[in-house]
């Protein structure tokens, strides 16, 4: 989907909802620019204790086309 092509966010949101936004903006085309603070996001480090899971983040979010930077 291309909707967004040509439109750079600045993505500044941490926690769940900012971050699962600014990813729906990239799948549409949007050129996403996330900045995090030196530790990463909060809910990184969150469900480690579960086993076989990583975080709250899914892992569909490294498979996709957006970049990162």
């Known amino acids: 989907m291309e909707a967004l092509k040509g439109v750079r966010i ?6 769940q909802a900012g971050p699962t936004c600014s990813q ?3 799948w549409m085309g949007a050129d996403v620019i996330k900045f995090e603070n030196p530790q990463g ?7 480690r204790d579960v086993p076989s899971a990583d975080s709250l983040y899914s892992p569909c979010s490294t498979a996709t086309s957006a ?3």
């Open 10 to 15: 600045l993505d500044m949101t941490h926690v």
């Open 67 to 69: 970049r990162s930077r």
């Open 41 to 47: 996001d909060a809910t990184r480090g969150q469900l």
């Open 24 to 26: 729906l903006l990239a």
